[in-house]
């Protein structure tokens, strides 16, 4: 079957061309203006333009988030034509509708001969009713108790590849409301679904366009274990290039990759080897020794607790990493307070990191001056560092793993 043509209501300029009250338009789509006192509000779109004649509208899907069975409801209307008699003038459909010297209350009145459908929280809708070459589409949403009902996204099909023809020829010469013509349009509604989910199979394969549950699936096919432990957003940029990523993995490089991923910051690693170095001096020998699991079948992994701040993160952390550890290894993870204990892990530029300067007041009348400035975390020191070198064409040196007491 031939691809259908459809308008779509997903990004915000789909809905500043229409008429707004106690609405607001938001990235993820259409809600109620919550610093508003009332707990209704008010939408209606622009002319959806067929190009056909007495075109006979197919189909609605609405993907919406509500609470209630009266939350959402919609209006459908449609015209042949773009213009409307009004004070014994024609008037532009839509300059009435964005006309604000008119009440919502009279523009009901306008439109109310031109309404085809009515509908409380519809998701698909077969707009049986709706002929004519212009619609467009009222919506209202109503606040329950604290919640807000949302519009997400709205698809509307122009027309429909009707199963009719595809019937012998006495089956086709009926009346435009024929049962039968209605009935099929069930089944075709759902062919033209899966169709339309095949055709766009090849989507569901690339991690920054598939849907969220076949996301967790194809996490699961490439080995990533505990797939509930990661966000939607982190778990889009782990499965990026994860066919490569696989390829070295139970290493300390690919451990590194993930860890940073889940946190939004690079771990640091102390192995044995680089505390064996070390043995020669007894002194230092014996304090790393006292502040790092020391073994060749432990490793030391230390991660600020600004990257994992919650508890919840803390045993996801935890979990993925003794999911991907080689199975002779043992993980030593140390979590680095913000704070300078004595005889303690603490690291210059790493949980050392000093806050703004601020004025010293004495007795509420004097003032000690001091410059205020706030200190870069040293991540942006890093970052900044490093994109400085690349401006002068230079070339940055590797992170150091190496710790010192």
């Known amino acids: ?37 009332r707990h209704y509000g008010t939408f209606i779109s622009q002319l959806l333009d067929s190009g056909i004649e007495g075109n006979t509208w197919h189909r609605a899907m609405i993907q919406s988030v509500n609470y209630g069975d009266d939350s959402i409801r919609f209006f459908f209307y449609c015209s042949d034509s773009a213009q409307v008699l009004y004070q014994e003038q024609l008037v532009d459909w839509e300059v009435l509708i964005c006309k604000k010297e008119l009440t919502i209350a009279e523009k009901h009145e306008i439109m109310q001969p031109y309404l085809v459908h009515q509908i409380l929280n519809p998701q698909d809708i077969l707009l049986y009713h709706a002929k004519g070459r212009f619609l467009w589409l009222e919506i209202q949403l109503f606040r329950q108790a604290e919640v807000i009902p949302k519009i997400l996204n709205i698809k509307i099909y122009v027309q429909n590849q009707s199963f009719l023809k595809y019937l012998p020829e006495i089956y086709q010469n009926i009346s435009e409301n024929d049962f039968l ?19 766009a199979s090849a989507r569901q394969l690339n991690p920054r366009t598939a849907e969220t549950e076949f996301l967790y699936w194809m996490a ?13 957003k982190k778990l ?18 690919y451990m590194k990759n993930i860890i940073e991923i889940f946190t939004g910051e690079p771990p640091f690693f102390v192995e044995y080897g680089e505390i064996e170095q070390y043995k020669g ?18 490793v030391n992994i230390l991660i600020r607790e600004q990257a994992v701040p919650t508890r919840q993160e803390k045993k996801a952390l935890k979990k993925i990493i003794e999911d991907m550890k080689p199975a002779h290894m ?22 050392s990191v000093l806050g703004t300067y601020q004025v010293a007041n004495l007795d509420g009348i004097a003032a000690i001056p001091s410059v205020v400035g706030m200190t870069r975390l040293p991540f942006q020191q890093e970052n900044h560092s490093k994109q400085s070198e690349k401006e002068k064409g ?11 007491i």
């Open 236 to 253: 889009r940029i782990l499965l990026k290039g994860i066919v490569k990523k696989n390829l070295i993995r139970g290493t300390k490089a």
């Open 281 to 298: 001096n007894p002194a230092v020998y014996q304090r790393l020794i006292q502040h790092y699991a020391h073994n060749p079948y432990i």
């Open 220 to 232: 699961e096919w490439v080995g990533i274990s505990n797939v509930h432990l990661w966000p939607e």
């Open 1 to 37: 079957m031939e691809p259908l043509k459809y308008f779509v209501f997903n990004k915000k300029r789909d809905y500043m061309h229409g008429y707004l009250e106690n609405m607001q338009i938001t990235e993820q789509g259409l809600e109620l203006y919550t610093r508003e006192s």
């Open 394 to 404: 230079g070339k940055t040196h590797e992170e150091s793993e190496k710790f010192s």
């Open 330 to 351: 043992e993980i030593h993870l140390i979590i680095l307070k913000p704070y300078i204990y004595l005889n303690k892990n603490v690291y210059i530029g790493v949980n």
């Open 181 to 199: 013509k209605r009935y099929l349009s069930l089944f075709e509604a759902v062919y033209q679904e899966l169709d339309t989910k095949i055709q």
